[in-house]
């Protein structure tokens, strides 16, 4: 269950909710299942909610693993 | 885009299809599969069986909740429809999906059903609130990435004392549905998957330690992936390795969105307003306990099925389907003599077929010149 | 009697063929698309036409929401008939357009849908010469429905088709796909996607001049409307009898397209355009095409996107950013956003 796509929070709004940017394009979602969210910080967005916080931490670490050119 | 267009690098892709071809021991098959229909559609959508050695084959899961989804819940969610005074809302995934006697929800809505499609569950509330003369039901589908956003529209509608929205639930569980995959084979004592390539959006909710069991009890190695093919690839990898090693641990290849616990905040809600059921019937898989979720009692006037007739059916799918060897890897699409003959996507008889992720909807509509070049083979050897 | 532009809407009496709908045509039709032909106040228009061969075409236009960035219902239905007469090769030279109006259709829509067709229609040298009106009655119509149809004129010496497409030609896409049917997605009043999207919606005629000059020996064009680029080249290698292979890589997006679909689990391929071209051509003309194309403020992105290839079964197969491969399959109906 599986379409969620990273998205950048901008702006938060009052109700739980916040204005999150993807390449330009802004949509609504609900911050209701997430906590201590910044603006800046990036989200997992699935069917209007952020499901999670993204650690841009870890990001870095699994695309320097990819370009890893260990021996097995 | 950030987070996706890096995870997407041709480069990155070519050395990672470099590094499972080394570490593929030339002696012997992987048989690898996904289970989440997200992976497919990558898998397909990226050409990523191209880049892997001959002995690395994938095999694809259930697909989605879609497909798993049994024709009388389907005919359920129609009858709901078809009511008076009602308006029911769908994600777009389920608006074709056939139920028996060819009837859909997009069908129903020609016949006059007011059917909308939703994008998200807050959708449906405000809907319920637009609509107060109107009895708003919500066909809410979906695996645990998705039950979350259902509970918060509970916790909203309970807020508000709205009286006119109700969920139609049809929920349901990742864990046992991988183990509904896996036990047959171990029934049968026979080794169908070498690895699994596990859920990825479903962990950020679970957490990756509901696996720990299962990779234990069947001795099958599970890697928690991303969703962009460099995640897959590197996934593909690390359960090569494993293989390799005969371990079967869960690995966290998705790393950036998954712990081990997971969102607590999300399972806390899910528990507050859901139960188990005792059983569930999954298309293909068969009739499976603990394996779905159900409204709790306390809230039964948010139910649609403790709100409403809901004509009981048995569930008839073609006895020729091959769909339950498909789910479980123990045969491919082309194995079963109903693929595209009449079994297609437009035509679906089977759950492999229903979504356009399920393996057989994935092989017909990305594959197909493999297959046909192969039908026409073996239609010469005839 | 005067018609209430600004606050007025449409009544049952103006599709009646009375008075009430010759006031409408007067004070709100005629102001806009005049000229000599529709002066004359006939049923029909007598045209001359050079002595050429003559290319017709229709198209109705049903679209929500009415206006959108971009564009509108009126722009879109002279765009694109307009553009079905130039994949011939044709010069447009008159066009039709009759409009089912929904009893209660605010006027002042109605105008300014009217004078967006009017502008579309003068930009493209194109008059609308003759036309008609009907009511029907509200809860029967979507607030108003277009039908327009074009005739053009096209060289003897051109003819586009299909089945001229040869192994080994090279396919070229004028510019950005998608854009047009995101942008109506993102307008609906259940989505709420705010970005820069605008519908593509643009008259071809001119570009199209300009590929022909340059390369006679062009095979064939198409707009790739409904059912996006994908549809279109099954279309072409299902009439052609052969086969595609892509390269995504080659095959503009614009980035807001792209993180839209996504958010709603579409591919761009799928997605309709209205003003984009595809075009087919021989292997050796193909850069100077492009070339040409570029030099053109509609075909700015243009892209040599593929080639031809044999292919008994009329696959069109797309060459991912991997190198791996896989098929752009003619799906049977128009994509709907997904969840999983």
Redesign the interface.
Known sequence: MCLAVPVKVEQLLEHDQAIVELSGVKTTISLALVEDIQIGDYVILHVGYALNKLDPEEAEATLKLFALNDTP | MKYISEFRDGELAKNLSKKIALAANTNREYRLMEFCGGHTHTIFRYGIPDLLPANVRMLHGPGCPVCVLPMKRIDAAIELALRPNTILCSYGDMLRVPGTEKMSLLKAKSQGADVRMIYSPADCLKIAQDEPGKQVIFFAVGFETTTPPTAVIIEQALQLKLKNLFIFCNHVLTPPAITGILEPAKQANKKVLDGLIGPGHVSVVTGSAPYDVIAEKYQVPITISGFEPLDILQSILLLVKQINQGSYLVENQYTRAVSAEGNMKAQTLMSEYFELRDKFEWRGLGEMPLSAIQIKPAFKHLDAERCFPITQKTSTDNKACECPAVLTGQKKPTECKLFNNPCTPENPLGSCMVSSEGACAAYYTYRRSDFISSDITSHKEH | MALDLKNGCIEMAHGSGGRAMSELIDQLFLPAFDNEFLQQKNDQALLTLPGYRIVMATDSHVVSPLFFPGGDIGSLSVHGTINDVAMSGAKPLYLSASFILEEGFPLSDLQRIVRSMAKAASECQTPIVTGDTKVVEKGHGDGIYINTTGIGVVPNELTLCPQNIQVGDKVLISGSIGDHGTTIL?ARQ????????ASDSQALHDLVEIMVATCPTIRCMRDPTRGGLAATLNELSQSAHIGMLLDE?HIPVK??V???S????L?PMYIANEGKLVAVCPADQAELLLTQMRLHPKGLDAAIIGEVIEDS?N?I?L?????????V?WR??DP?????
Do not use: H, W
């Open positions: 993102s259940d989505m709420d996607f705010a970005s820069e999207l890589v980035p807001s792209a993180a839209t996504e958010l709603l689990g591919d079964n696959f197969q060459r991912t950013a991997f190198g791996g491969k896989r098929v399959d049977y109906a709907l956003p997904r969840i999983c």
